[in-house]
């Protein structure tokens, strides 16, 4: 008979040996230790955030790991946990186990978590009340771009160095910096290891300097996939990226940044060849506490972009809300009104979530058109998600792989033809929907507003 349980300190190296297993025989050779230093090389009392499927004969059939974090949105902490190391042994799979220990996880993490963020088959794990959501614009930077803008000398002051020495000097110093960094984010997952959480899935941590002076670092993935990229003051950031392109000598940076990063969006814009929005991977999120949630985002919202004045009554899956917003000032409080909308919880996450929710979609016609209201936690969540856990999706190298094909594509569109289509024009503009921090652009002025 099978035991399901949390994993005991003594299975921690059968924990890392099955996780390998797995994503090696369905992927490509896995070595957890090294791809993700902040859980696997913690020692065995990481075995804590593992569920596990064991056989009688005390062997591990499968395993999922929860590792809980702090996410700082709107000047609020929220209780997240992030799914990952899903691994179930080719010769067990169709037995229930992941379906039994997922089940047990969210079981577990009632009244203890705010929500559940992941990256994986999205049919897969609708099952489990996980909807779709995330999204990101992912930035083109060629050669030509920074010939064009720069004349020679202009980008000289930059310089560039990795973040962490291999001799580990100055180590604390370079993470209580990159740490300070990331907490000035609109939306960051506060970090205890940041040298791990930057080394995590080989990526490459890069201090930027200028004049002698560290202002900023870069994460890359690649060689030329810029997935974070943080400096002091906001002006430095597209030179820095483009000295990086111009001293590394290569063709082209590809820049992702979360839709509501509307400054830093506006900047790219300006001088990238072209650019994409899209979802962030695979992100799929499961909201617990639907006040505590939408209170954070929408108060992020609020900071970043300006949202309108309105009310809003809901109750979803059975929790009553009300959002008022009042000069910029959001209040969420645990009530519903009369007449208030009620929505289970795939449709209430589709109408929080999907930037594509609309009529003939799970969430009721007459909903949608009185309030479009989408919240996107961000690629922020994800990343981080990705450098804590594996996930069943993630693919590091293939980047790599679909990079030529990805720049001749790209070299193949016009950039963006007007300034009031730009991503980031506008800022501070409350365009749709309120929640979503999406950049201020006209893609659905039509939309009705909160309120």
């Given at each position: 008979m099978t035991e399901y349980r949390l994993a005991k300190p003594e299975e921690w190296e059968d924990c890392i040996e099955l996780a390998n297993y797995v994503f090696s025989t369905a992927h490509r050779p896995h070595d957890f230790e090294q791809l993700i230093p902040r859980v696997y090389q913690a020692g065995p009392e990481m075995a804590r955030i593992h569920r596990v499927a064991v056989a009688e004969n005390g062997r591990l059939r499968a395993e999922i790991a929860v590792l809980p974090q702090q996410m700082a949105?709107?000047?609020?902490?929220?209780?997240?946990?992030?799914?990952?190391?899903?691994?179930?042994?080719?010769?067990?799979?169709?037995?229930?186990?992941?379906?039994?220990?997922?089940?047990?996880?969210?079981?577990?993490?009632?009244?203890?978590?705010?929500?559940?963020?992941?990256?994986?088959?999205?049919?897969?794990?609708?099952?489990?009340?996980?909807?779709?959501?995330?999204?990101?614009?992912?930035?083109?930077?060629?050669?030509?771009?920074?010939?064009?803008?720069?004349?020679?000398?202009?980008?000289?002051?930059?310089?560039?160095?990795?973040?962490?020495?291999?001799?580990?000097?100055?180590?604390?110093?370079?993470?209580?910096?990159?740490?300070?960094?990331n907490e000035e984010k609109p939306l960051y997952v506060v970090r205890e290891d940041v040298k791990a959480c930057l080394k995590t899935f080989g990526e490459q941590a890069i201090a930027i300097w200028k004049n002698g002076e560290r202002i900023g670092y870069l994460a890359l993935c690649g060689g030329n996939q810029v997935v974070e990229a943080e400096?002091?003051?906001?002006?430095?950031?597209?030179?820095?990226?483009?000295?990086?392109?111009?001293?590394?000598?290569?063709?082209?940076?590809?820049?992702?940044?979360?839709?509501?990063?509307?400054?830093?969006?506006?900047?790219l814009s300006e001088v990238c060849e072209s650019f994409t929005k899209e979802r962030c991977g695979s992100a799929m999120y499961r909201i617990f506490q639907f006040a505590d949630v939408i209170e954070a985002m929408l108060?992020?919202?609020?900071?970043?972009?300006?949202?309108?004045?309105?009310?809003?009554s809901a109750v979803l899956e059975g929790q009553p809300v009300t959002v008022t917003v009042k000069d910029g000032t959001v209040t969420v409080t645990g009530e519903a009104h009369p007449g208030a909308d009620v929505l289970?919880?795939?449709?209430?996450?589709?109408?929080?979530?999907?930037?594509?929710?609309?009529?003939?979609?799970?969430?009721?016609?007459?909903?949608?058109?009185?309030?479009?209201?989408?919240?996107?936690?961000?690629?922020?969540?994800?990343?981080?998600?990705?450098?804590?856990?594996?996930?069943?999706?993630?693919?590091?190298?293939?980047?790599?792989?679909?990079?030529?094909?990805?720049?001749?594509?790209?070299?193949?569109?016009?950039?963006?033809p007007c300034d009031f289509l730009r991503p980031g024009a506008g800022r501070g503009v409350p365009l749709p929907g309120v929640l979503c921090c999406l950049p201020a652009r006209t893609d659905r002025l039509g939309e009705k507003l909160l309120g």
């Open positions: 949105a709107g000047g609020k902490l929220l209780r997240a946990g992030y799914v990952g190391s899903v691994s179930v042994h080719p010769k067990a799979r169709g037995e229930g186990h992941m379906k039994r220990l997922l089940g047990d996880w969210i079981t577990d993490l009632e009244g203890t978590c705010d929500l559940l963020a992941l990256d994986g088959q999205r049919q897969r794990y609708a099952y489990f009340g996980f909807t779709p959501g995330s999204e990101k614009y992912t930035f083109y930077l060629d050669v030509a771009n920074v010939r064009h803008t720069w004349k020679n000398g202009e980008l000289s002051a930059y310089t560039f160095a990795p973040l962490f020495p291999e001799n580990g000097e100055a180590d604390e110093e370079a993470a209580a910096f990159a740490k300070k960094l400096v002091l003051e906001e002006q430095d950031f597209v030179p820095a990226l483009a000295a990086y392109l111009k001293e590394n000598a290569l063709d082209s940076l590809f820049i992702s940044i979360p839709v509501y990063e509307t400054g830093k969006a506006a900047a108060t992020m919202k609020a900071e970043t972009m300006g949202i309108s004045d309105g009310t809003w289970n919880r795939e449709q209430a996450q589709e109408l929080l979530l999907s930037p594509l929710a609309s009529k003939g979609s799970k969430v009721p016609s007459e909903i949608w058109k009185e309030h479009s209201i989408r919240l996107v936690p961000a690629s922020a969540v994800l990343c981080d998600g990705r450098r804590i856990l594996g996930n069943d999706c993630w693919e590091a190298e293939k980047y790599e792989r679909d990079s030529e094909t990805r720049q001749k594509r790209r070299k193949r569109r016009n950039p963006v």
